[in-house]
């Protein structure tokens, strides 16, 4: 399995406040990505980064923001939590080239 | 705006038979294709992929081919076995930074 740790795996928040969801790996890829899964959507890009201090929005972006200050972290931060954000979100890394994306184990968010 | 679609969410077939399962996407300048596999409360797991350059690639009862004319991919598996039973997911890459991915297509195999 690739060396790739969400945490925490469950939380459940307020409205309004401010939640950091972490991804760590230990497989040294370049590439890390954030996703959110949600019935009927799929799996949706909110962020990804391409290096150290290197990211870019996906096609949910907005209410969230990242921080990749180390290879090993890609932090996934929402500003101030919101009802629609409840969901369950997937951490993946993913080496370079053609090659497939490793996904962690996914942290299940309720905001109530 | 969907690129990347999965139109039938749901899928039954019987142990021993085939599966096919379909994606289609809009987005001529993909060129690479992957399918992933998910049980609950885990993340997705890669199964197979395939490049632009080629129309078919099998990795054991798992194939899949590419339609380019089309814009349209499958998968099949065969046989069919109740530990496939899980949510698949096709996915698309134009470049090499990011994926998209279809809405799923949840797949039920009957003993």
């Known amino acids: 399995d690739a060396g790739i740790t969400q945490s925490p795996r469950h939380k459940v928040t307020e409205t309004g406040t401010p939640v950091t969801l972490r991804c760590h790996q230990t497989?040294?890829?370049?590439?890390m990505y954030w996703y959110r899964q949600d019935p009927g959507h799929g799996l949706r890009l909110i962020h990804y980064?391409?290096?150290?201090?290197?990211?870019d929005k996906g096609e949910v972006s907005d209410g969230y923001s990242v921080s990749r200050s180390k290879t090993e972290d890609f932090l996934l931060t929402l500003e101030s939590a919101t009802s629609s954000q409840t969901s369950v979100y997937f951490c993946?890394?993913?080496?370079?080239?053609?090659?497939?994306?490793?996904f962690g184990q996914g942290t299940r968010l309720t905001v109530v | 705006d969907q690129q990347v679609k999965q139109n039938s969410p749901s899928l039954s077939v019987q142990e021993g038979r085939i599966s096919i399962l379909n994606c289609d996407y809009t987005?001529?300048?993909?060129?690479?294709f992957l399918w992933y596999k998910k049980y609950p409360a885990e993340g997705p797991t890669f199964l197979i992929s395939?490049?632009?350059?080629?129309d078919k690639n099998e990795d054991g009862r798992f194939t899949v081919f590419l339609n380019k004319s089309a814009k349209h991919l499958s998968l099949h598996i065969v046989p069919s076995q109740p530990g496939d039973s899980a949510v698949y997911f096709c996915?698309?890459?134009?470049?090499?930074?990011?994926?998209?991915f279809g809405t799923g297509t949840r797949l039920k195999v009957l003993a």
């Open positions: 993946a890394i993913r080496q370079g080239g053609n090659t497939e994306a490793f």
């Open positions: 497989e040294n890829h370049r590439y």
């Open positions: 980064s391409y290096g150290v201090k290197d990211t």
């Open positions: 987005n001529s300048m993909f060129d690479y």
């Open positions: 395939i490049s632009s350059i080629k």
């Open positions: 996915a698309a890459s134009v470049g090499t930074y990011k994926y998209i």
